[in-house]
């Protein structure tokens, strides 16, 4: 179930709403969050039921795992060190982990690695093309995080149901944030979010009217430029390059951000604050300011359960830039089981060992310079992680350095359907016009028109602080719209449903 269709906004986000305060004024609160759960998991199945018992499995585990865990800390058991009834925590922290990434490999990367082992050895094992399950990346990470933060001590004593409801709470669920129980649980055992909140309906709406229309009107847009470009086949000129890879570029951030929108307006229904995984990341004057911007909850587990374990900042300075290297690495295949996103993570990886090494320089770029400079890496890199194959990233990036196209492309070379939608305005705008431009004209227009919006506060920042009259008639106005773009629309998906 996606959050910008009709069958979540209208039926299964009131509903969830209207009984869990209704059992929690009842003073059945556990009923409540057993409710919660229920429609969580009723949320994850309707995508396909085969794969609920998966999530179930994992959630008993785990919980077992972590239970045991924290028991056996030191600051609960009275001992000193890492062994609780002759077990050692260590081992069982490892098994845990261990457990969780096989599971995650498992579905994830058993095709990459037998095909891969076909191409380098000549064999020809088959290839059982595994569906991956929903959300298997997040919920593997969050109960990653769990376990982890169990063996530390950091957890509190939680039941089964509490547990539960801290992973599956269907807005975080699906596509993240990624989150720790110390983000969420503390948050259902305060008796402050019992009962409906007005404040917070009303700025949980805001912010999911933002969050959709950013999906279905603005993301699902770019998308279809996005994809003429880069699954068509065809070269593609200059123009059509630059409005291939922007496209993308845009679509990947409005889709992904605006979900994170949705996600943090549903779960503020509920008096939840999930963490914030967006922070204007087009706005970064570096790579590193980027990555404290863009997926901040992902970027974070990398850096506390990998990085840091790798030995982060305190090892020799060649040994921690290969730290980051390989964390950025593992970053893009975590993102998908193949090559493309390997080499993505690899060049964000390089991009953070030269900004560490710009940085010792004591050399300061100037602000417009910097911020240049820093989006056009990414959106370069962002060509590997959309494109499919090599061969389709170095067709777009080829046009993107194609300046023969700018101004040499005769009229007649010009396909008659790049020129329809103008009508009696193409004449006059091919007098003014790079011929080879037209085509492309109103993706970059809109491309134009969104620089300006990105460099404009965030959703959050619009919604924070009072929200009067003026911010909620916008939001009827930004929900509405996009109400009627999913009703009208044949398809949508997220982008991170894939990951």
Known sequence: MLFSSWQFILLFLPVSFAVYFWLNSKRMVLAGKSWLVLASLYFYAYWDVRYLPLILVSIMINFAIGTGLAQGHPTVNGSTGSRHHGINRKVVLTVGIVANLLLLGYYKYTDFFLDNINLVFGKSYPL?????PLAISFFTFTQIAYLVDSYRGETAEYDLLNYSLFVTFFPH???????????????????????????????????FAIGLFKKVVIADTFAVWADAGFDGGQALDFYSAWATSLSYTFQLYFDFSGYCDMAIGASLLFNVWLPINFNSPYKALNIQDFWRRWHITLSNFLRDYLYIPLGGNRVRVPRMY?????????????????????????????????????????????????????????????????????????????????????????????????????????????????????????????????????????????????????????????FCTALYFTLAASSSVFLYFNF
């Open 173 to 207: 669920l699906i596509a993240g944030p990624v989150v720790h129980h110390r983000d969420i649980m503390p948050q259902f055992a305060s008796r402050w979010t019992l009962a409906p909140r007005y404040p917070n309906i009303q700025r949980g709406l805001l912010i």
């Open 128 to 132: 059982p093309e595994i569906v991956l």
């Open 322 to 478: 290969l730290n980051l290297f390989i964390t950025f690495v593992l970053g893009g295949l975590w993102h998908g089981a193949t090559w493309m996103f390997v080499i993505w993570g690899a060049l964000h990886g390089a991009a953070l060992v030269v900004h560490r090494l710009w940085q010792k320089l004591g050399v300061k770029m100037p602000k417009a310079m910097a911020w240049l400079l820093t989006f056009a890496f990414v959106n370069f890199a962002w060509v590997f992680f959309r494109a499919k194959t090599l061969p389709d990233a170095t067709r777009v990036l080829s046009g993107m350095v194609d300046l023969g196209s700018v101004s040499g492309t005769p009229v007649a070379a010009v396909p008659t359907s790049g020129l329809a939608w103008a009508g009696w305005l193409a004449d006059p705008l091919l007098k003014v016009l790079p011929n080879a431009l037209m085509p492309s004209l109103v993706t970059m227009a809109a491309i134009a028109a969104t620089f300006v919006l990105v460099a404009q506060e965030n959703s959050l920042e619009y919604a924070s602080g009072e929200i009067g009259t003026r911010k909620m008639l916008a939001g009827a106005v930004l």
